[in-house]
């Protein structure tokens, strides 16, 4: 499996944002599936993430409520709507998958890795 995340830019803040991660590969749909996010100066952090049905999904604490993540395996997509984006909100966002199906929160258990799509939140 490979990954692309697409879908970031510039927003203001309270506005939205849908990235969405392509994947290649015909495993895909047994894969599990997450987000994560890096701001300059900081450590990568988990976003959410989605079992390999999509019956399963969890999100960082700080989170819940305003993203939301959803897979369509027919696609090989993986989407993470944000809503009510904030400047803290800022970071390269990557989309990543691991093969035992799990939605973790674990970035270790993530085997493989898209490229990062930048999203600035600011007026």
């Known amino acids: 499996v490979q990954l692309q995340a697409s879908g970031g830019g510039l927003v203001q803040p309270g506005g939205s944002l849908r990235l969405s991660c392509a994947a290649s590969?015909?495993?895909?749909?047994?894969?599990?599936m997450a987000w994560f996010r890096q701001a300059p100066g900081k450590e990568r952090e988990f976003v959410a993430a989605?079992?390999?049905?999509?019956?399963?999904?969890n999100y960082a604490d700080s989170l819940k409520g305003r993203f939301t993540i959803s897979r369509d395996d027919a696609q090989n997509t993986v989407a993470l709507q944000m809503n009510s984006l904030k400047p803290e909100d800022t970071a390269t966002y990557y989309c990543?998958?691991?093969?035992?199906?799990?939605?973790?929160?674990?970035?270790?258990?993530?085997?493989?890795w898209g490229q990062g799509t930048q999203v600035t939140v600011s007026s």
């Open positions: 590969g015909r495993t895909f749909r047994t894969y599990g």
């Open positions: 990543a998958g691991n093969r035992w199906g799990r939605n973790s929160e674990r970035s270790s258990e993530y085997t493989v």
């Open positions: 989605i079992s390999w049905s999509g019956s399963s999904t």
